[in-house]
């Protein structure tokens, strides 16, 4: 057979559940091996408490997004064994809401209105942002009463979980801390221009900003429709992510700023300007957030050898290996490969990754919130036992075909976030700030004038100032109202 499979995964039956929204697909169940199953519930019966001990038991949750995080709709999916442990050890389950990506908060915002909302929603930063206007607006409820960061389980996410805090509140169950945007590639496009392995450069400490602009300088050719990049991630994984340097920061105090002048950041946007300049970057006359299909889907020119790097989030490539192969590449012969990010030569020395928290918010007048911080502690249960973390791993190597090299670079890119990291602050502001910040975001990298770095500060500077410090002031009324 094409695809060989060990005996993780097997079928057991199929059930059809009950569809929220447009969702006409019908969940199925998968479940794991006995032995992985049994070394699963021992595990959880250590770190999660006895099904007698919580009310949430037999409950089921509703989940508002655009994408089914949990439930499962074809045998060649993994599974997600947070989800499994919550169905398994506590008889719970989910109900997906269908929303699309674009209209997810609208979606959110009519069913509270209308008295009928979903008991919770994936949390986020940056474009995903769900803090803290969201918050401050009424959408979300603060969790705290619901868990508790000094307990074992959750300890670990006790910092990150001050970025979703107003005042002494905190509004997400943080269920882990990963990495946000990578370098996916195509081996065979890699070796057919004679490329070094971008893998092995890393491994090397070699996989510079030099020699990715060496690489995207000499594929690029607009008349036979290649570029090196595509996509809408490149020009906020390269200034922001790979620098270690975001543009909005916050103080001690909580006050939100800008740094423009860092010269890392200053340094990649001449990057990026290069880049645009000389034909690098594919676009659509002046739509350069286009892709090349409609609806676009990310990484349709690398499989092609159109495309060089698609760089994107890493979860674009935790996929079946039918939507990797039709995306990316031969997954059987090992085409598709990702990297981190480039490092700034002249930097210190140092590669970068920003991180992204995982976990969800918890909807204002959610019908079920215990059910919804018993389902987090699963979730979290996942991500920090070993025993269950190599489960997932088995996984990914038997059902997506990832390789044991797949699989270093995941661990070096947690390596990494651990070492070096940073939250994006931005996204979910005012739109008084999201107007001027998105000129730093994306001025340099996609107008279609020669903008340079210096054209967009002495343009966006201060009224970018002037709206992070009424966004600051709106956070204080706010707090100062809870009393």
């Known amino acids: 057979m094409k695809r060989f499979l060990a005996i993780a995964l097997t079928l057991l039956m199929i059930v059809a559940l009950v569809g929220c929204g447009n969702n006409k697909r019908k969940p199925i169940i998968l479940t794991l091996s006995s032995e992985d199953s049994a070394a699963i519930l021992n595990a959880a019966g250590i770190r999660l408490p006895e099904k007698e001990e919580t009310a949430a038991a037999g409950t089921s949750i509703i989940y508002l997004g655009a994408k089914d995080l949990m439930n499962n709709y074809s045998e060649d999916q993994i599974v997600n064994t947070g989800f499994w442990t919550f169905r398994e050890k506590y008889g719970c389950s989910v109900i997906f809401m269908e ?7 609208d979606k959110l915002a009519t069913s509270i209105v209308g008295g009928d909302p979903p008991d919770f929603f994936q949390a986020g930063v940056s474009s995903e942002a769900t803090f803290p206007m969201y918050c401050i607006n009424g959408s979300f409820q603060p969790v705290d009463k619901y868990v508790d960061y000094t307990e074992p389980l959750w300890a670990a996410m006790a910092d990150a979980a001050e970025a979703f805090a107003l005042g002494e509140r905190h509004f997400a169950f943080v269920t882990d801390i990963n990495f946000r945007n990578i370098v996916p590639y195509n081996r065979r496009v890699i070796e057919e221009y004679g490329y070094d392995d971008p893998a092995d450069l890393y491994w090397n400490d070699e996989w510079t900003w030099d020699k990715f602009y060496e690489m995207c300088m000499d594929f690029s050719d607009e008349d036979l429709d290649k570029f090196a990049l595509e996509g809408d991630a490149y020009n906020g994984a390269l ?37 645009k300049k000389n034909g690098c970057v594919y676009h659509k006359g002046t739509d350069y957030w286009a892709g090349r299909t409609s609806p676009k889907e990310a990484g349709t020119g690398v499989k092609e050898g159109l495309t060089l790097f698609y760089i994107c989030l890493y979860d674009n490539i935790v996929n079946t290996v039918a939507e990797m192969e039709a995306l990316w590449g031969d997954m059987h012969n090992h085409e598709f490969m990702f990297a981190p990010l480039p490092r700034y030569d002249n930097g210190d020395g140092e590669y970068y990754l920003s991180s992204i928290p995982e976990g969800f918010m918890l909807v204002e007048n959610a019908r079920n919130p215990e059910g919804v911080a018993l389902y987090a502690a699963c979730d979290r249960f996942k991500r920090m036992d070993s025993v269950v973390m190599n489960i997932d791993k088995k996984q990914l190597k038997e059902k997506y075909l990832w390789t044991d090299e797949m699989l270093d670079m995941y661990d070096e890119c947690r390596r990494i ?21 998105n000129a730093f975001r994306d ?13 967009v500060k002495e343009e966006y500077k201060d009224q970018l100032d002037y709206y992070l410090v009424e966004q600051s002031d709106i956070i204080k009324d706010y707090i100062a109202s809870l009393g």
């Not at 929303?99 to 908060?105: D, H």
């Not at 976030?417 to 107007?435: A, C, E, H, R």
């Not at 001025?443 to 054209?455: E, L, M, P």
């Open 99 to 105: 929303t699309t990506y674009q209209e997810r908060f």
């Open 417 to 437: 976030i651990l070492k070096n990291s940073g939250m994006y602050l931005n996204g979910n502001l005012t739109d008084n700030v999201n107007n001027a910040y």
């Open 239 to 275: 200034v922001q992510e790979s620098t270690g340097r975001k543009i909005i920061r916050k103080d001690e105090e909580g006050n939100y700023y800008a740094v423009v002048d860092d010269p890392y950041i200053e340094a990649a946007n001449e990057l990026l300007y290069n880049l």
């Open 443 to 455: 001025k340099v990298a996609r107008d279609t004038g020669a903008t340079s770095w210096a054209q």
